[in-house]
């Protein structure tokens, strides 16, 4: 037996006596956000000095700001556009493993191009960058998860450029996930994120100049922004010097603030006021990059909401037309999937994108073969691998 | 000979095959029409289609929910997305050197091999005599009668000025076959009656 069943018992059935006290103790903290939500819901200038004051304590804030809108808003989708065109991208990757037979990597984007109203099919696009020799490594540093994550990223949103040079305005792309370029901003990492993030920049600029729009949607999202805001709110002055650990509102999330399923902020298919994001990347992107986000019920129906973060940088939110149709398009695009609402060119990029293990194996040995055949030495693959790839009573491997 | 591809062979069988195509190529192919598979050289395997089956997968099973699919959705599920038709091919004959066999052909066709629909010319020359027959009325997975019926009638078209003095003594054939078997006879007459009908 891999688990010690004994032991996890015990502790579940600690969880399970104290779980009526944790729900009591969250929905008295739920009330309490919910209120400061609506108190606050109009007082944009106050709240914009509340973070400005607690950035001032800690400079690693990370919370949402209201611009305009009120914070309680719940804004139906507009009439979706007669013509656009939707591009959607997403990636997958191989991480080198040093285990494996031999070491490579590879970062695949799946694009996918749909026409409204075309009556067209679908155009599909596929990327596929081998990584081998010193494309291992970055600065010297070999290759890590993150590193190939980011070069993945930076693959994504290159492909949407590039893909949407060809069509004329409107056109609306989308990847999945934060809008916000992700990386080891520290250590001996750093050096290849801020290489990455000035390509990066360098691509949303080119998507802005020709007045294309791009966001990322983030599906069930973690990160509680908003409720972040509200703590930032709530704190008193005393509360204020130790504000990166004053958590009054621990637990409450923001889907739940915007998709409670009794009383859902949001109805089907609204979007939230649009927030910025102060974070510690905030001066990384500068002007019309500047990262903003929503909210969007993407479930159907009252009581059932669904609720996804979408971002989305500035020069989107200047332009209500712009922010209108992404509204719209997004709506558009959950419905298609039915009764559990996600982009469907997302998912259809995801399909285009994904590298089976089957496919992983299949590149391995062409790689391997060809390498054999022009005289070069290839080793085997770790005793620690091939005892893990035994077949007969293993342990759960993730 | 006319070339009208309908797929490529997934697995086979020395009784029958089936081969697939993705649901754009869907056009050509229909329950009881008579197919062939060239092994190279003079040799092909004919065989009539008795199942058309589609499978589902979690992105269709999903779009179904919605209330309405666009054209565009539809046509990118239907072209670009892996979801091939299987077709399922009862083994009737094979011609090995311009001759015709109504016998189990000496070995299947191999994978990925293309199937073809027969045209016309073929079906004529194929369905001379009746000897095939008996693969369908002792097949035990296919749906006789309506097989049956389904080729009779198919077939009938292809023999021109003659349709009708081969579907009368196809059905002729037919009962002598199944004299013994009252139920199947039944079954198959009961379905060319719809078919004349």
């Not at chain 1, 990386?183 to 691509?203: D, F, N, W």
């Not at chain 2, 670009?80 to 016998?103: C, F, K, N, T, W």
Request: charged residues 25%.
């Amino acid at each position: 037996m891999a688990i010690n069943f004994q032991q996890v018992r015990e502790k579940i059935h600690q969880i399970g006596a104290g779980a009526a006290q944790r729900q009591k103790l969250l929905e008295e903290r739920r009330a309490d956000a919910r209120a400061l939500l609506r108190v606050h819901a109009d007082a944009q200038d106050a709240l914009q000095e509340r973070v400005d004051a607690a950035r001032e304590v800690d400079a690693g804030l990370r919370c949402a700001t209201p611009l305009n809108e009120k914070l309680d808003s719940s804004i139906p989708p507009p009439t979706l556009p007669e013509q656009a065109t939707l591009i959607a991208a997403d990636g997958s990757q191989i991480t080198p493993d040093r285990h494996e037979q031999i070491q490579f990597g590879l970062v695949n984007v799946g694009g996918i191009i749909m026409r409204l109203n075309s009556g067209e099919s679908t155009l599909i696009h596929t990327d596929s960058v081998l990584m081998y020799d010193l494309e291992l490594f970055r600065n010297g540093v070999p290759l890590s998860d993150g590193m190939v994550a980011l070069e993945r990223d930076l693959q994504e949103r290159s492909q949407l450029a590039e893909l949407a040079k060809d069509y004329d305005a409107p056109v609306v792309t989308f990847t999945d996930g934060p809008i916000e370029l992700w990386g080891a901003r520290e250590g001996e990492e750093a050096k290849a994120y801020y290489e990455s993030l000035e390509k990066y920049k360098g691509v949303l600029s080119r998507l802005q100049s020709r007045g294309v729009i791009t966001a990322g949607y983030v599906d069930k999202p973690a990160s509680d922004l908003v409720v972040r805001l509200l703590e930032v709110v709530k704190a008193a002055p005393e509360d204020m010097q130790d504000i990166r650990n004053y958590h009054p509102l621990l637990g409450v999330t923001d889907r739940w603030l915007f998709g409670d399923k009794k009383e859902p902020l949001l109805e089907p298919g609204h979007r939230s006021a649009v927030f910025s994001i102060q974070s510690k990347s905030e001066k990384n992107y500068p002007g019309v990059l500047a990262l903003h986000f929503f909210y969007l019920n993407a479930g159907g129906e009252e009581k059932n909401p669904h609720i996804a973060r979408v971002e989305i940088p500035r020069w989107v939110v200047d332009d209500p037309a712009m922010l209108g149709m992404l509204h719209a398009v997004l709506v558009d695009q959950c419905r298609i999937m039915g009764a559990k609402p996600y982009p469907y060119l997302l998912h259809r990029a995801h399909e285009t994108a994904v590298v089976s293990n089957e496919e992983k194996y299949q590149v391995e040995q062409m790689l391997v073969q060809e390498l054999r055949r022009n005289g070069a030495d290839v080793e085997d693959g770790s005793y620690k691998q091939s005892a893990k790839d035994l077949s007969g009573r293993t342990g759960y491997k993730p | 000979m006319t070339q009208i591809e309908i797929g490529r062979l997934l697995r086979a069988g020395t009784t029958g095959f089936i081969t697939g195509c993705s649901v754009s190529q869907f056009e050509a192919p229909s329950f009881g029409a008579l197919v062939r598979a060239p092994l190279g050289g003079q040799h092909q395997v004919y065989g009539l289609i008795y199942d058309i089956h589609i499978d589902d997968d979690g992105l269709v099973r999903q779009l179904v929910t919605a209330d309405n699919v666009s054209a565009e959705v539809m046509r990118d599920n239907r072209e670009r997305r892996i979801v091939p038709v299987e077709m399922s091919v009862l083994a009737v004959g094979y011609e090995q050197d311009g001759r015709i066999y109504h016998l189990l052909p000496p070995r299947p066709p191999l994978s990925l091999d293309v199937i073809y629909l027969c045209d016309d010319k073929d079906i004529a020359r194929f369905t001379e005599k009746f000897g095939y027959f008996r693969h369908i009325l002792n097949s035990k997975e296919t749906p006789v009668g309506e097989l049956v019926a389904a080729h009779i009638q198919q077939a009938s078209l292809a023999h021109d000025k003659e349709s009708e003095k081969w579907k009368d003594a196809a059905t002729r054939e037919v009962i002598t076959l199944l004299r013994d078997d009252y139920p199947t006879l039944m079954s198959v007459l009961g379905a060319l009656s719809d078919v004349s009908g």
